[in-house]
């Protein structure tokens, strides 16, 4: 017979945060996630210094694992640079496509968290130049006439895509964001 062993405190409060803020939203509250995640009061602060501190681990959590979703994603997509760029539009078009699809994380903590000195924030912003630097490694392969500029456009597509596919149902956020990357892409190419 085997047994498995019920994660930490700390890895306990980490999923429920994960999942709750995704779906709730950051502004939880903490009796909401100790309840989730059955721990004690104590054990927030022990391991997070309080709900920021929680917070923001949460995302790097997040955040590390759709950097690694990102790069499968082009490195399933082949070797051609215009293609790898496209099939991550294309991933998150269907992501954003789902009639449950609540938002980008990222996006809805940047605009829940007023503090701007908040720790999540440096979070999502590590998040959005890592992000940057794999699409301007593309334009570059790709021989883009303005790699950086190309990536920040698809920043933008990205945010934009994300953000009308949790707020717009049925605007077919997916299509549109095709064409404005292949726009992206294709602009920048035999300049």
């Not at 994660?7 to 509250?29: F, K, M, S």
């Not at 998150?92 to 999540?120: N, V």
């Not at 990205?158 to 990357?181: F, K, N």
């Amino acid at each position: 017979m085997t047994t498995s062993a019920k994660p930490g405190p700390r890895e306990r409060l980490l999923l429920a945060a994960q999942e709750l803020t995704y779906t709730q939203g950051v502004g939880i509250g903490v009796d909401a996630l100790l309840k989730a995640a059955g721990v004690a009061r104590r054990s927030l602060y022990e391991h997070f210094g309080g709900k920021d501190g929680l917070i923001a681990e949460m995302l790097r959590r997040s955040t590390a694992e759709d950097e690694e979703r990102y790069r499968a994603t082009m490195a399933e997509a082949g070797d051609d640079p215009r293609v790898r760029l496209l099939a991550v539009v294309d991933r998150l078009g269907r992501i954003a496509s789902d009639a449950d699809f609540p938002g980008c994380r990222y996006l809805a903590a940047d605009l829940a968290l007023s503090d701007r000195d908040h720790p999540a924030h440096e979070v999502t912003r590590a998040y959005r130049r890592t992000l940057h630097g794999l699409f301007v490694d593309e334009f570059v392969a790709i021989g883009h006439a303005r790699p950086e500029f190309a990536a920040d456009q698809l920043l933008i597509l990205v945010d934009g895509l994300l953000a009308a596919g949790a707020t717009r149902p049925g605007s077919r956020p997916a299509a549109a964001s095709r064409e404005l990357a292949e726009h992206i892409i294709d602009s920048g190419l035999g300049a």
